[in-house]
């Protein structure tokens, strides 16, 4: 599987990106995933429903199922962390791609969403693992800036030139995991 990440600050694009990959990948035959990073607490189930009674009652997992959809909620009686390559090995191995939003400190390939508007500076020139940079002004880019860059406003180029670069984002495991 090919695993590619999308970092940038909150507000930049990353989450619209990715939602518009989806379909884009999709139409070139590839089977798509996605990571997210949470920074808060979230819930994907509502209360009242039977999932969130389950989990409220102390479950400590809730697997909800349909004949077109799975989830797995796992409660954590610690805080922790996670590493992403802890969550890339929860997930099935039969998929093309999988789409990283968030983990910007990871060591993945990543594209970088950023906006000019925002004001803030770019990650690339501190982050070796930054292959590309989609923005939206592409003509305030510093000029030693030696990478893709790709328009943020068209997700179908985006997905064209990770198709053509796929190889570069073929996953490996790290030896530390088990």
Not at 35 to 64: N, Y
Not at 67 to 93: F, G, I, N, W
Not at 143 to 151: A, G, N, P, R, Y
Request: net charge negative.
């Amino acid at each position: 599987m090919k695993v590619v990440g999308f970092a940038g600050f909150s507000g930049s694009g990353k989450t619209t990106l990715v939602e518009q990959l989806i379909p884009a990948l999709k139409l070139r035959g590839q089977r798509v995933s996605v990571v997210k990073h949470a920074h808060h607490r979230f819930d994907i189930d509502h209360p009242g429903k039977d999932t969130w009674r389950h989990r409220e009652a102390g479950a400590f997992e809730v697997l909800a199922a349909s004949p077109k959809r799975m989830v797995l909620m796992r409660e954590l009686e610690t805080v922790v962390e996670h590493s992403v390559h802890d969550l890339l090995a929860q997930l099935r191995a039969d998929v093309d791609w999988v789409l990283v939003e968030g983990f910007k400190q990871s060591d993945l390939p990543k594209v970088e969403v950023w906006r000019q508007a925002h004001g803030k500076a770019l990650r690339f020139p501190d982050d070796q693992h930054i292959v590309a940079i989609a923005t939206d002004t592409p003509d305030t880019l510093p000029e030693s800036i030696h990478c893709t860059v790709l328009d943020l406003n068209r997700a179908d180029d985006v997905a064209a030139w990770l198709v053509d670069n796929a190889e570069r984002f073929e996953y490996c495991t790290p030896l530390s995991l088990p």
